[in-house]
C-alpha cells in the first residue's frame, strides 16, 4: 500500500472521531438545556470539552492502531516513542505527588502554584494510558512493549491515586 493511501486511513479515522464526537456533544447539549445550562454555563462547557475529548479519544482508537500498525518497521519511531513514553509518565507522577503533597499543606508557595495545574495533567492520565497500552500491543520489539506498558501502568496509578482522593474528600 503506497504512504498517501495509509495516510489517507488514519486521517479518515481521525476525522470520523472528531464527527462522532462532535455529535455526541451535540446530543447531550441538546438534552441538557435549560436553566441550569445557562447558569452555569462555564462549567457545562468545561464538561462539555471533556465529553468531546473523551468521545473523540476512543474513537480514534482505530485510527491511531492503523497509524501504529504502519509504523511497526520504523525502529527510530519505537525507541523514540518508549522513552517518550516513560517521560510523559514521569510527569504524570509528579503531578499526582504535587497534587497529593499539597492537599494538606497551607501557604502559597511555588509548589502551591504549580499544584493549581496537577488536575489538568491527572485528567488526561486515562488517555495517555489507553494510547501507550495501545502502542505496547503494536509495539515491534520487547523493550519497546515493556516501556510502553510501564509507562501505561504508571498513568493509571497516578490517575487513580488522585481519584480516590477526589472521591473520598467528596463523601
Do not use: N
Not at 518497521?73 to 497534587?99: C, D, E, K, M
Not at 500491543?137 to 491515586?161: G, H
Amino acid at each position: 500500500m503506497r504512504p498517501a493511501a495509509k495516510a489517507g486511513i488514519v486521517v479518515a479515522g481521525y476525522v470520523a472521531a472528531v464527527a462522532a464526537a462532535s455529535l455526541v456533544v451535540h446530543i447531550y447539549i441538546a438534552a441538557t438545556s435549560g436553566l441550569d445550562r445557562q447558569t452555569y454555563g462555564g462549567m457545562y462547557a468545561f464538561g462539555d470539552s471533556l465529553l468531546f475529548l473523551g468521545v473523540a479519544g476512543v474513537g480514534a482508537v482505530p485510527a491511531t492502531g492503523a497509524a501504529l500498525f504502519f509504523l511497526r518497521a520504523h525502529g527510530g519511531f519505537w525507541r523514540i516513542l518508549s522513552i517518550g513514553g516513560l517521560a510523559t509518565a514521569a510527569t504524570a507522577i509528579l503531578a499526582s505527588v504535587a497534587f497529593l503533597a499539597t492537599r494538606s499543606a497551607t501557604g502559597s508557595g511555588v509548589l502551591q502554584s504549580w499544584a493549581m495545574l496537577t488536575p489538568l495533567r491527572i485528567l488526561a492520565a486515562p488517555m495517555l494510558a489507553l494510547f501507550f497500552l495501545l502502542a505496547g500491543l503494536f509495539a515491534p520489539t520487547r523493550a519497546a512493549r515493556a516501556c510502553l506498558a510501564s509507562a501505561a501502568a504508571i498513568e493509571v496509578v497516578a490517575f487513580v491515586s488522585v481519584a480516590v482522593t477526589w472521591w473520598a474528600s467528596s463523601r
